[in-house]
């Protein structure tokens, strides 16, 4: 993830975007074969000096002014095929589109390895018993395959919630200078299509310049996902409490020793997520607050949320990797489980518990079968 | 919207539950039919006395436990037949659920009057043109029609992601004390999906007493509604400024007026929805804070969202109502926008205007038969 | 802090500043002191309609101009002598300024009886052994007392805090339509000042209609104190958790109960300031973007403040009060303590505890004589 | 400022504060002097592998546990000499708190260049008559000057609240494993201030480990700068808007222009600072968020703090910079504004209004005063 949101993965992004828009253009007549072959052979960032592009961007307002003349001369004789009938908010936007796409198939890796690790918690430890805990009290027996069937259950959730948001979010965004396709005449929808095509995205019926909220879904659902996260990391590191004792992070050499007191073993990876779930909220708001996006292309509101995009991703990734690791080897100590409850009066674990487990699990398999065919 | 998310109305949803458990109860042999009915009379928010109401739940934390010794007065005779089964937050939950659930009616219908709006300023000013602004500088000619046909198209997106979001979030809260439906013994599917059928709420795998993101992702929901409302405000409040007098909200008596300045007619709708668009993201971030909910209850993140959900729904619904008045009633002035024009030159409008405009028209069509078979 | 931040209330302080107003105008030529005197008799909201009153509110964008047509009416033969100089901003701005002022002060008190509780058992228990803990681990020994001191230093840093924010934020209000104090001619400076004297209020240079950087200071140093309560009520629901015991919220009838578990003693008070400490960033975050405020006077940014200073005040007054009433009757169990140390190689206190505890404590002193001569 | 809170950057001011802990210690006996100079020479990041350094720290869960066995490696035969005294959060609160610093300088001196520029402009169009504009309607004449008086006023005001709240929170932390001192016995208070001295910092009373709030006013002082420099951001990009046109940007080869539209001049640094306060409000309610630390250290906000620092630092200095830049060279046209006065009944400008910029430019002067004798 720190790699596809690098600034050089950004420039490549929006390169790539470049390419797609030649290649439509020659599609339909607006340059030569040849000119966009060599766009397309061009348009590789690793040359690239991001300091100076960076400065140029700052007195410019955008990247993509002086991405656009670096690629010009790039392509000596055929500068003029170049960002043809694109604005920089289309560049700067499919841009994004693209680095989200393959962020999301990140997140959702380490979702499905979360998943996975939860299921096989909730699988063998169906009739573990523990105690409930409600408002930080001991309550009630429950089991500790029931509890990671709840997590389970959150889990898969957000692994449908991102599916659906990207779908609605991640696509082409495509309107010229101000919304209207002004240069491409006839041949606009034709164009729009082979852009489309080009990038594998799916064409709206009208550009989303200034329509930011389904983006803003697509990062409340990251958020939902980095906040069951956090959650389970807050189960975790409560449950690891020494007094309590009934899990531990799975081990590894230099893992969550301390700098003054070797005998301590921290939850370094629930302490990660919950870092990471106190972040999102932030972040969100950022996004949500940048939906004010005046006219035909905003001033200030859209430029936010370049920076915001990047942090998000980092921060999700980093949360959702350190659960997908605890929960694939945590610890369970049954015994301290048995020990801790008796701080209830003990009492048979109800009926109801395993058909619970059973339907989380069910419901795991389908979300499992839906992810290979998506 | 202010009467359903007032306290009584609070109090009221959390007796229909109290009612619904009942009935449950009943059905599954918990309870006489004769108590269910004693409690589905007796279950009137009117004559509760809600300061006192309020004082018993700060001091128990909990506002279903003076509610059910409420109940249980109110039904001499029947006392042991309330709230079985259930724990505070199945009530609470649930009833928020209630609320939510007529909430989001209203909200809806606020959005399909300002998709309507909107579409008709699309069909009847797809020609209409004016000058395109972008980074609050003249930039293009593009039309009024494509303007609003941008708006709708965002309206719409909303609508359906609101639908999809409310279908995902709006469930039956049922655990009991720790979330094993302890008290149940073998009749707890039986009485879970009674349960359900009687709130009319789907029955999820488990509990969701600690998983939150599908609220969460139904408030994003709602605030990228809200983002909406917000971005026409803007929209409008700048197309109404004196130097340029392209738009103008429905004139009412007593609106927009100033309390100094009698000359003035203020953007008044639009100064509502930007100030609700304002306040979204604060009270979303809350809502994802909230998610850290430890082990089977949260001490703390739970009740948080308490106070944050009224305040979200009378914010989004002033903001949505607000645009949905404004696109009712806009009054358009063309010939102002024909004057303005003159700061760019002036060129024919693309051919893929009239397109875009269609297809969003097409997609609102889509979107209203949507809602019929809702 | 309810009723201080009610509706009824937030009317009375606007009909305040219009009496100030009337007194300073009449103090300066504008009207007859006869008038000011019955403007004075009348501004009494007792009487007022409120629902109407936010009817015709929402239609003309202010509540000033219903409310100065109220007052008008009120007056018979001393109409034209209401709202004489002063703006709807100026009103709604002083009236928000006096709310604080007096809201700043029950904040204060709360926060001055847990630095007093806090305090105290820093005193008491300076060489009260128990097992320091961080990322949720056993780590060292350390003192209760240090514990406590370390809470009693964080709040009094926030009674500091906020006296000076309060200082720099609850001033005078005043510019007229535009800012200009048009209507004042050469009375206008010592018309400022009589106003202000009206209102015991300090004059700034200029007004700060959309400057609003001193009242969202005001807002983080109460959400610093409100974490700082969240912080507190974190320890002690952590330290209350069943394995560990180590301390108990003050019993009191009817506190910290279950609906469904006879047996349980929540952390009802803890959770009071949790669920407040988590709903502070996204106000502070609404006030923080609603310092956007184009030009003059603001479409929408300022109007968004309304809203969120009674939900900050109330939350925070909730937090603070819960954790004045816990740390005021704490209850402590030295034995529970002595036990958990066990986790840890025991070890003598260092001798740096003692003078850390000592030196909160001398600074508490400092801090209350601060108070006094406040 | 990007330089100051680059990665390498953070090591070498963590490097920075071991070097003053090993000073302490060799003051106070518990290192040699030799070995304190052997650190002071190592102790430099150039030679550090930043990404394998990356990959320790999250795999401890803190990168001071990797840095102190590379400086242990670096400095043979003094290897237990280094990281005396102190634990992890020491040296990252010390590290941030310098690079906090260095970084508050650099955001005075921009407010400083905002402020001299916003008082150039009062001082010259005190008299220069404009429309005020109230809810984006033309409302009353008012003079340039004036507003840039309340421009001025708004700039130093943030000014001393960033000074103030610099001094409460950039103060010495040091308290150990637990807080509690522990190694260094009876030289405890003579080490504390010799360390504080070393990295010329106030000591505490108290360690404040866990005491957040006043680093959250401080990133609040700074989110209310950038607030201000949005505000005047958005009236800058408002009076550059093409149908009003009194103002411009200052000129520069390369700023401004559009990737399609040659005749555009686009406000391209008011929308650094519009987006920059977008962002920030996110960002402080991330710091917020992340006050509620557990017992003696935190187990997840704390290290949730470490990503946000840079982001505020970072976008509060590409706001401020930018507007410092804008109000220094603004190009101001009386003509344009003569013009659109023509919107309101014109009369003469209030006699308050020179009072007001001239008082505004006096508490200027004494604003520069203290700030030489900051």
């Keep these: 993830m720190r790699g596809g949101f690098a600034p050089r993965a950004t420039v490549q992004a929006m390169l790539l975007v470049e390419v797609a828009l030649a290649e439509a253009g020659a599609g339909t007549g607006f340059l030569s074969d040849e000119a966009a072959a060599a766009i397309g052979r061009a348009a590789r960032a690793e040359g690239i000096d991001l300091d100076r592009l960076a400065e140029d961007a700052a007195l410019a307002g955008t ?30 936007d499919n841009g994004l589109v693209v ?122 659902a990251m958020a939902g996902a980095v906040g069951v996260a956090g959650k389970i990391g807050t189960d975790i590191a409560l449950m690891m409490q020494s007094e309590i004792a009934e899990v531990a992070e799975p081990a590894a050499p230099g893992r969550g020793g301390s700098s003054t007191m070797a005998h301590k073993r921290n939850p370094t990876l629930s302490i990660a997520a919950r870092a990471a779930a106190l972040r999102v909220p932030g972040l ?58 008796g701080l209830v009066s003990d009492s048979a674990i109800p009926a109801a518990v395993a058909g619970m487990i059973e339907r989380s699990l069910e419901d795991h398999e389908r979300m499992k079968v839906g992810s290979d065919n998506k």
């Design 99 to 220: 680095q989200l796409n393959a962020g999301v198939k990140l997140l959702q890796a380490d979702l499905a390895r979360m998943a996975n690790g939860a299921a096989a918690l909730a699988r063998a430890h169906g009739a573990t018993k523990m105690v409930g805990r409600t408002l930080l009290q001991a309550a009630m027996p429950t089991t500790f395959g029931l509890k990671a069937a709840g997590w389970l259950s959150a889990i898969d959730d957000s692994r449908g919630a991102i599916r659906h948001a990207a779908a609605e979010a991640l696509r082409l965004q495509f309107g010229g200078a101000a919304g209207t396709l002004d240069v491409l005449g006839p041949h606009a929808v034709r164009f729009v299509e082979k852009f489309g095509f080009g990038l594998s995205l799916p064409v709206p019926a009208i550009p989303w310049h200034t329509s930011r909220a389904p983006l803003c879904r697509l990062a409340a």
């Design 284 to 341: 969100v708001a950022s996004l949500l607050a940048a939906q004010d996006q005046e006219l035909e292309r905003a001033a200030g509101a859209w430029q936010a949320e370049a920076a915001v995009w990047p942090a998000l991703m980092l921060c999700a990734s980093g949360g959702l990797a350190a659960m997908a690791e605890a929960l694939t080897g945590l610890e369970v100590f049954p015994a301290a489980m048995a020990r801790n409850l």
């Design 63 to 92: 990247p993509v002014i002086p991405l656009v003349a670096w690629l010009r001369a790039a392509v000596p004789g055929h500068e003029t095929s170049v960002h043809i009938g694109g604005t920089s908010q289309d560049i700067i």
